[in-house]
């Protein structure tokens, strides 16, 4: 049984993709593969002493596959993504649910629950959380899947911009 649920609840972000879960589920799964693939998110998992310091498994990711930092604990592909992890200054858990809104439009939404135990866990939600890092790291995350998706499903990136944005 995953522990996520007696986690605390940090937050929660959500986009909208113009595309079909099945887009957003392989988009969600190449973008999570490449960002826990650089060389600094398996050091950085290694420095804090989390439980899971490289990529291994089942690819797509399936219940028992890890990144740097997590594991898998549930896959309904097209539905959910489940990831915890732990390390010497926090306990967590990271959600990904996807909710079709129509044919070709689905929200794709990211839950943080995290335990941050003693003066150290303290200190360290205070530089990951109450910084916003976490945040900019979540939002990016979503924006990166929405992009690979509607990408794959044939949308221009002038179409999937986000509001306010310039064009490069």
Known sequence: MSRAASLPHVDEHSTDVEAGADDVWRAL???LD???????????????GCAD???????????????PGFHVTAAAPGREL???GSHRFSTYALGFRLDPLGPDRTRLRAETRAAFPGATGGLYRLLVIRTGGHVVGVRRLLGAVRRRAQAAHGLSWARTASPGRRRR
Request: net charge positive; hydrophobic share 40%.
């Open 29 to 31: 799964q190449d973008a």
């Open 82 to 84: 489940l990831l915890e």
């Open 34 to 48: 490449a960002a826990f693939s650089r060389g600094g998110a398996g050091a950085y998992a290694r420095a804090v």
């Open 53 to 67: 310091t490289q990529a291994s498994g089942p690819r797509p990711l399936a219940t028992g596959s890890t990144i």
